[in-house]
């Protein structure tokens, strides 16, 4: 790995929050000549040639597109990415090839990224499969068509680009993870059953579903509190309401039956919270719901918070948070800050939104004091895989959800294809989801708005029992594969290319992943039938539920259930 720099970087980017840098120089093949540098009045502009069969992945949780090459990306952050144009809640602006290099692009600004323009006499003929006589041909890309890629930063005077090679796309993303201090420490008791409870409950309520689930025989790891916990909750208290008259013997009885709890809030700080005059100096210059938005990139606001969270809520008992509201959901009615905000750490509101995740996700991380969990989080960025917070979204098509997971696993990013409750889905919808989630780094069951179980209204607990079981039985290879993404870098979920980087057919493959080390899953979509196609790399395997060997190559499935197979060979 190596870093050019070019121009003069901003001051406050990623890298500088990134607690664990572990930046250690290499030798790399690429050449600093293949890029190009301008400044222009509205940023900096770097370009470079990429092949002519170069295939382009990354750029954060795209849930609308796998292969780049060709498109328009713009790194917003946005909590209703419905466009396919590069929005998303966690924008990352890094991307990885299928021909041996990523690049890593360390700004907090909202980059364009042009995967793919045909530059006008840029481009450098050398033919297809030719030998190349000396090094300029040897390093030069083959590039018939003058491809570039045009990468643009707002308001910027130059950038470092961290240039990463590897012969697999898995080995170029691992060292991406481990220059950010490598993935979190996860608590196997974070990879069970995660049930977020309906908003007008109270703690009697809650304790009788639980023991409720018990008799039924549903495994159940963590319950969730959504907003109906907070005196206030938009903007938010952190105090309880009286749905909890006794909070402390709340959570001591969720811990009596072998519970973690976990607690819902976002950062916008209301004026009845016990720290908000302590910590609105240290705020942005616009409310949000009438609350103050804290800058995590001081210590000042990070320690406030952190010292009201560890005092009041982890001392009780609390485990978990779901960091809600921080991917700039302003583009859904005005409930964020906008870019020209300013904040005392000298960030502006697009730099903000940026670091939002990470920065809360660490101040929550200094409240938890060292204790492990896996949270949630609806907004992440660059150098994030230190971080035990799995995003989610209040999108919900499957497929898109689908497409999250191949896709999380290139940016250094976790995601939950979480099941919700909707009045209009159906009982296969509930088990298509499931299945797929079962597979997945964090099995979320989101009944927020919903009063009542959804295999009660389905009539599936038998099903849904059966799935959740099985997932009890992943976990300790899943927490084996997250110990690997701790110490190697190597994500627990990976598109088949990352592994498979030689296999053309894996380059559009954006519906099937690898679980942990060794299994392949192809989960079936709600809603279209029980009938798929699979693609199963070179290699041998056998079908995980029959022990059944199974050929390499495309095959047709046919099944109620999801189809996984485990790799007894490369
Ligand atoms: C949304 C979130 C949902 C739920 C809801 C509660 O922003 O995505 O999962 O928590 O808030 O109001």
């Given at each position: 790995?190596?870093?050019?720099?070019?121009?003069?970087?901003?001051?406050?980017?990623?890298?500088?929050?990134?607690?664990?840098?572990?930046?250690?120089?290499t030798a790399v093949k690429y050449p600093r000549e293949n890029f190009s540098f301008k400044k222009t009045p509205a940023g900096c502009v770097l370009e470079f040639p990429i092949e002519d069969d170069c295939h382009i992945f990354g750029f954060g949780l795209q849930l609308k597109?796998?292969?780049?090459?060709?498109?328009?990306?713009?790194?917003?952050?946005?909590?209703?990415?419905?466009?396919?144009?590069?929005?998303?809640?966690?924008?990352?602006?890094?991307?990885?090839?299928?021909?041996?290099?990523?690049?890593?692009?360390?700004?907090?600004?909202?980059?364009?990224?042009?995967?793919?323009?045909?530059?006008?006499?840029?481009?450098?003929?050398?033919s297809a499969g030719g030998a190349a006589d000396n090094t300029d041909e040897l390093y030069a890309v083959r590039n018939e068509s003058g491809a570039v890629m045009t990468v643009k930063i707002p308001a910027a005077e130059g950038i470092d680009v961290y240039v990463i090679e590897?012969?697999?796309?898995?080995?170029?993303?691992?060292?991406?993870?481990?220059?950010?201090?490598?993935?979190?420490?996860?608590?196997?008791?974070?990879?069970?059953?995660?049930?977020?409870?309906?908003?007008?409950?109270?703690?009697?309520?809650?304790?009788?579903?639980?023991?409720?689930?018990?008799?039924?025989?549903?495994?159940?790891?963590?319950?969730?509190?959504?907003?109906?916990?907070?005196?206030?909750?938009?903007?938010?208290?952190?105090?309880?309401?009286?749905?909890?008259?006794?909070?402390?013997?709340?959570?001591?009885?969720?811990?009596?039956?072998?519970l973690h709890l976990n607690l819902w809030e976002h950062a916008f700080t209301h004026p009845d919270a016990d720290f908000h005059d302590e910590i609105a100096p240290y705020s942005g210059d616009y409310l949000v719901w009438g609350g103050v938005v804290p800058d995590f990139a001081?210590?000042?606001?990070?320690?406030?918070?952190?010292?009201?969270?560890?005092?009041?809520?982890?001392?009780?008992?609390?485990?978990?948070?779901?960091?809600?509201?921080?991917?700039?959901?302003?583009?859904?009615?005005?409930?964020?800050?906008?870019?020209?905000?300013?904040?005392?750490?000298?960030?502006?509101?697009?730099?903000?939104?940026?670091?939002?995740?990470?920065?809360?996700?660490?101040?929550?991380?200094?409240?938890?004091?060292?204790?492990?969990?896996?949270?949630?989080?609806?907004?992440?960025?660059?150098?994030?895989?230190?971080?035990?917070?799995?995003?989610?979204?209040?999108?919900?098509?499957?497929?898109?959800?689908?497409?999250?997971?191949?896709?999380?696993?290139?940016?250094?990013?976790?995601?939950?294809?979480?099941?919700?409750?909707?009045?209009?889905?159906?009982?296969?919808?509930?088990?298509?989801?499931?299945?797929?989630?079962?597979?997945?780094?964090?099995?979320?069951?989101?009944?927020?708005?919903?009063?009542?179980?959804?295999?009660?209204?389905?009539?599936?607990?038998?099903?849904?029992?059966?799935?959740?079981?099985?997932?009890?039985?992943?976990?300790?290879?899943?927490?084996?594969?997250?110990?690997?993404?701790?110490?190697?870098?190597?994500?627990?979920?990976?598109?088949?290319?990352?592994?498979?980087?030689?296999?053309?057919?894996?380059?559009?493959?954006?519906?099937?992943?690898?679980?942990?080390?060794?299994?392949?899953?192809?989960?079936?979509?709600?809603?279209?039938?029980?009938?798929?196609?699979?693609?199963?790399?070179?290699?041998?395997?056998?079908?995980?539920?029959?022990?059944?060997?199974?050929?390499?190559?495309?095959?047709?499935?046919?099944?109620?259930?999801?189809?996984?197979?485990?790799?007894?060979?490369?």
């Amino acid at each position: 790995m190596k870093k050019f720099t070019f121009g003069t970087p901003e001051k406050l980017t990623p890298s500088g929050f990134c607690d664990n840098l572990n930046y250690v120089e290499t030798a790399v093949k690429y050449p600093r000549e293949n890029f190009s540098f301008k400044k222009t009045p509205a940023g900096c502009v770097l370009e470079f040639p990429i092949e002519d069969d170069c295939h382009i992945f990354g750029f954060g949780l795209q849930l609308k597109q796998f292969d780049h090459r060709g498109r328009k990306l713009r790194l917003d952050v946005n909590a209703d990415p419905v466009t396919n144009n590069g929005e998303t809640h966690a924008p990352v602006p890094f991307f990885v090839t299928n021909k041996g290099y990523g690049m890593y692009f360390d700004t907090a600004r909202y980059a364009e990224f042009y995967c793919g323009k045909q530059k006008n006499g840029a481009s450098r003929k050398i033919s297809a499969g030719g030998a190349a006589d000396n090094t300029d041909e040897l390093y030069a890309v083959r590039n018939e068509s003058g491809a570039v890629m045009t990468v643009k930063i707002p308001a910027a005077e130059g950038i470092d680009v961290y240039v990463i090679e590897g012969d697999t796309i898995t080995d170029i993303v691992s060292q991406y993870n481990m220059l950010a201090g490598g993935g979190p420490d996860v608590p196997e008791w974070g990879l069970g059953v995660l049930y977020r409870c309906y908003t007008g409950w109270n703690s009697d309520k809650i304790l009788e579903m639980i023991d409720k689930m018990r008799d039924e025989g549903i495994p159940l790891s963590i319950i969730g509190l959504e907003p109906g916990w907070h005196t206030h909750a938009y903007s938010c208290t952190y105090k309880w309401s009286d749905k909890y008259p006794d909070p402390q013997k709340f959570v001591d009885e969720i811990r009596k039956r072998g519970l973690h709890l976990n607690l819902w809030e976002h950062a916008f700080t209301h004026p009845d919270a016990d720290f908000h005059d302590e910590i609105a100096p240290y705020s942005g210059d616009y409310l949000v719901w009438g609350g103050v938005v804290p800058d995590f990139a001081t210590n000042e606001a990070r320690k406030i918070f952190a010292d009201y969270h560890r005092d009041k809520l982890v001392n009780l008992g609390i485990d978990g948070f779901k960091l809600d509201e921080c991917d700039s959901s302003d583009n859904t009615g005005s409930w964020s800050f906008p870019l020209p905000s300013e904040f005392p750490s000298g960030l502006d509101g697009e730099q903000y939104h940026s670091l939002f995740g990470t920065l809360y996700a660490k101040t929550i991380l200094d409240a938890l004091g060292g204790q492990a969990t896996l949270s949630e989080i609806r907004q992440m960025g660059a150098l994030a895989a230190p971080y035990p917070f799995v995003l989610y979204s209040d999108l919900y098509d499957h497929r898109d959800f689908i497409r999250g997971c191949a896709n999380m696993g290139f940016s250094g990013i976790l995601w939950t294809p979480e099941y919700k409750y909707r009045e209009s889905e159906s009982r296969e919808d509930c088990i298509r989801r499931l299945q797929t989630l079962v597979f997945s780094v964090q099995l979320l069951v989101n009944c927020w708005y919903f009063d009542g179980t959804p295999w009660e209204i389905h009539n599936c607990a038998d099903e849904v029992r059966e799935l959740l079981v099985l997932r009890q039985k992943l976990i300790p290879r899943l927490k084996a594969a997250f110990d690997r993404y701790r110490d190697e870098g190597i994500p627990p979920v990976r598109a088949l290319v990352m592994d498979y980087t030689d296999d053309a057919e894996t380059y559009k493959i954006d519906d099937e992943w690898l679980f942990c080390d060794d299994l392949l899953v192809a989960p079936i979509i709600a809603g279209t039938g029980d009938e798929r196609e699979v693609y199963i790399p070179a290699g041998e395997w056998v079908d995980y539920f029959t022990d059944e060997p199974v050929e390499s190559g495309w095959r047709h499935v046919n099944t109620k259930g999801i189809p996984v197979y485990r790799r007894v060979r490369r």
